[in-house]
Protein backbone atom coordinates (compact mmCIF):
# COMPACT_ATOMS: atom_id res chain seq x y z
CA UNK A 1 0.00 0.00 0.00
CA UNK A 2 1.61 3.16 -0.88
CA UNK A 3 0.80 6.69 0.93
CA UNK A 4 -1.32 8.27 -2.35
CA UNK A 5 -3.80 4.72 -1.55
CA UNK A 6 -3.66 5.78 2.27
CA UNK A 7 -4.82 9.15 1.82
CA UNK A 8 -8.26 7.30 0.06
CA UNK A 9 -9.06 5.21 2.76
CA UNK A 10 -11.17 5.54 4.82
CA UNK A 11 -9.96 5.15 8.31
CA UNK A 12 -12.12 2.73 11.28
CA UNK A 13 -11.48 3.61 15.20
CA UNK A 14 -12.14 0.33 16.99
CA UNK A 15 -11.54 -1.14 20.09
CA UNK A 16 -7.89 -2.81 20.03
CA UNK A 17 -8.31 -6.82 21.13
CA UNK A 18 -5.68 -9.26 21.55
CA UNK A 19 -4.48 -9.88 17.82
CA UNK A 20 -3.57 -6.10 17.78
CA UNK A 21 -0.58 -6.64 20.02
CA UNK A 22 2.03 -7.26 17.71
CA UNK A 23 0.91 -4.15 15.98
CA UNK A 24 0.75 -2.08 18.92
CA UNK A 25 4.52 -3.50 19.70
CA UNK A 26 6.22 -2.28 16.89
CA UNK A 27 4.72 1.19 16.82
CA UNK A 28 4.87 1.99 20.28
CA UNK A 29 8.98 0.27 19.58
CA UNK A 30 9.77 2.10 17.18
CA UNK A 31 8.74 5.27 19.52
CA UNK A 32 10.84 3.58 22.21
CA UNK A 33 13.99 2.73 19.98
CA UNK A 34 13.94 6.22 18.00
CA UNK A 35 11.99 9.16 19.79
CA UNK A 36 11.77 10.85 22.83
CA UNK A 37 7.75 9.79 22.36
CA UNK A 38 8.13 7.84 25.43
CA UNK A 39 10.78 7.45 27.92
CA UNK A 40 10.79 3.99 28.06
CA UNK A 41 13.93 2.55 27.27
CA UNK A 42 13.49 -0.74 26.74
CA UNK A 43 11.01 -2.26 23.69
CA UNK A 44 8.27 -4.40 24.59
CA UNK A 45 8.29 -8.18 23.85
CA UNK A 46 5.20 -9.67 22.62
CA UNK A 47 4.45 -10.91 25.78
CA UNK A 48 4.35 -7.47 27.46
CA UNK A 49 2.30 -5.89 25.01
CA UNK A 50 -0.22 -8.14 25.54
CA UNK A 51 -0.27 -8.36 29.38
CA UNK A 52 -0.34 -4.12 28.92
CA UNK A 53 -3.28 -4.38 26.89
CA UNK A 54 -4.85 -7.07 28.89
CA UNK A 55 -4.87 -4.88 31.70
CA UNK A 56 -6.69 -1.77 30.07
CA UNK A 57 -10.19 -2.65 31.49
CA UNK A 58 -12.89 -0.69 33.05
CA UNK A 59 -12.81 2.51 30.58
CA UNK A 60 -8.68 2.33 30.42
CA UNK A 61 -9.39 1.72 27.00
CA UNK A 62 -6.83 1.15 23.95
CA UNK A 63 -8.30 1.99 20.76
CA UNK A 64 -6.56 1.76 17.25
CA UNK A 65 -6.89 3.50 14.21
CA UNK A 66 -7.16 1.26 11.01
CA UNK A 67 -6.54 1.53 7.45
CA UNK A 68 -7.52 -1.35 4.92
CA UNK A 69 -7.03 -3.76 7.62
CA UNK A 70 -3.49 -1.81 8.61
CA UNK A 71 -2.88 -0.73 12.38
CA UNK A 72 -1.56 2.99 11.78
CA UNK A 73 -1.99 3.95 15.35
CA UNK A 74 -3.00 3.51 18.65
CA UNK A 75 -5.17 5.81 21.86
CA UNK A 76 -4.67 4.64 25.29
CA UNK A 77 -6.43 5.80 28.69
CA UNK A 78 -4.21 3.90 32.12
CA UNK A 79 -4.24 4.86 35.32
CA UNK A 80 -2.77 8.30 36.48
CA UNK A 81 -1.81 7.21 39.76
CA UNK A 82 -2.58 3.57 41.83
CA UNK A 83 -3.93 5.46 44.97
CA UNK A 84 -7.74 5.39 45.03
CA UNK A 85 -8.31 9.52 45.34
CA UNK A 86 -7.28 9.76 41.76
CA UNK A 87 -9.08 7.10 39.90
CA UNK A 88 -11.54 10.05 38.57
CA UNK A 89 -8.36 11.29 36.95
CA UNK A 90 -6.61 8.76 33.81
CA UNK A 91 -3.72 9.67 31.88
CA UNK A 92 -3.49 9.22 28.13
CA UNK A 93 -0.99 8.01 25.38
CA UNK A 94 -0.83 8.43 21.43
CA UNK A 95 1.25 6.61 19.05
CA UNK A 96 0.98 6.81 14.75
CA UNK A 97 2.99 4.79 12.75
CA UNK A 98 5.40 7.64 11.04
CA UNK A 99 3.75 5.81 6.97
CA UNK A 100 0.45 6.98 8.66
CA UNK A 101 1.43 10.48 10.37
CA UNK A 102 0.02 13.59 9.07
CA UNK A 103 -3.40 12.22 7.98
CA UNK A 104 -5.68 13.17 10.23
CA UNK A 105 -5.12 9.89 12.45
CA UNK A 106 -3.89 11.70 15.62
CA UNK A 107 -6.86 14.36 15.89
CA UNK A 108 -9.21 10.88 14.66
CA UNK A 109 -8.14 8.71 18.18
CA UNK A 110 -7.97 12.13 20.46
CA UNK A 111 -11.12 12.90 19.77
CA UNK A 112 -12.37 8.87 20.27
CA UNK A 113 -10.24 8.18 23.01
CA UNK A 114 -11.61 11.60 24.88
CA UNK A 115 -15.04 10.45 23.78
CA UNK A 116 -14.51 7.15 25.61
CA UNK A 117 -13.30 9.00 28.82
CA UNK A 118 -15.99 10.48 29.37
CA UNK A 119 -18.77 7.79 27.94
CA UNK A 120 -16.64 6.06 31.65
CA UNK A 121 -17.44 9.13 33.85
CA UNK A 122 -14.14 10.23 34.14
CA UNK A 123 -13.30 13.84 35.94
CA UNK A 124 -10.05 14.63 33.79
CA UNK A 125 -7.64 13.58 31.84
CA UNK A 126 -3.75 14.19 31.85
CA UNK A 127 -1.00 13.81 28.86
CA UNK A 128 2.81 13.72 29.81
CA UNK A 129 4.73 15.14 26.73
CA UNK A 130 8.33 15.00 26.53
CA UNK A 131 10.63 17.11 24.51
CA UNK A 132 10.63 17.21 21.22
CA UNK A 133 7.00 16.36 20.67
CA UNK A 134 5.92 19.51 19.48
CA UNK A 135 3.24 18.65 17.10
CA UNK A 136 1.48 16.57 20.22
CA UNK A 137 1.56 19.81 22.59
CA UNK A 138 -0.38 21.30 19.59
CA UNK A 139 -3.18 18.26 19.12
CA UNK A 140 -3.90 18.45 22.59
CA UNK A 141 -4.12 22.15 22.83
CA UNK A 142 -6.57 22.29 19.58
CA UNK A 143 -9.00 19.31 21.50
CA UNK A 144 -8.95 22.22 24.65
CA UNK A 145 -6.07 20.25 26.77
CA UNK A 146 -4.17 23.30 28.99
CA UNK A 147 -0.83 23.31 30.32
CA UNK A 148 -0.48 22.70 33.72
CA UNK A 149 3.20 22.46 34.06
CA UNK A 150 6.48 21.77 32.69
CA UNK A 151 8.61 18.86 34.72
CA UNK A 152 12.06 20.07 34.47
CA UNK A 153 15.04 17.47 33.38
CA UNK A 154 12.66 14.18 34.55
CA UNK A 155 13.70 12.25 32.35
CA UNK A 156 17.10 11.24 30.29
CA UNK A 157 17.43 9.47 26.67
CA UNK A 158 19.88 9.45 24.17
CA UNK A 159 22.32 11.34 26.27
CA UNK A 160 20.53 14.23 27.03
CA UNK A 161 17.82 15.49 29.65
CA UNK A 162 14.40 15.81 28.46
CA UNK A 163 11.52 17.88 30.15
CA UNK A 164 7.95 16.58 30.09
CA UNK A 165 5.13 19.13 29.77
CA UNK A 166 1.94 18.57 31.45
CA UNK A 167 -0.86 19.02 30.05
CA UNK A 168 -4.91 18.48 31.11
CA UNK A 169 -8.22 18.53 29.86
CA UNK A 170 -10.99 18.69 32.42
CA UNK A 171 -14.07 16.88 30.85
Known amino acids: MNTSELTNANPVVRDAVRRDA ?12 ETTATLDAEPR ?3 EQQHWLAERSLGHAVLVAELDGVVAGFASLSAFKLRAAYRPTVENSIY ?25 GFHSVIARIADGNPGSITLHEHLGYRMV ?12 WLDVTEMQ ?3
Open 149 to 160: GVEKEVGRKFGR
Open 22 to 33: GDLMRIYNREVL
Open 169 to 171: LML
Open 45 to 47: TLE
Open 96 to 120: IDPVFQRQGLGLLLMTAIVDRARLH
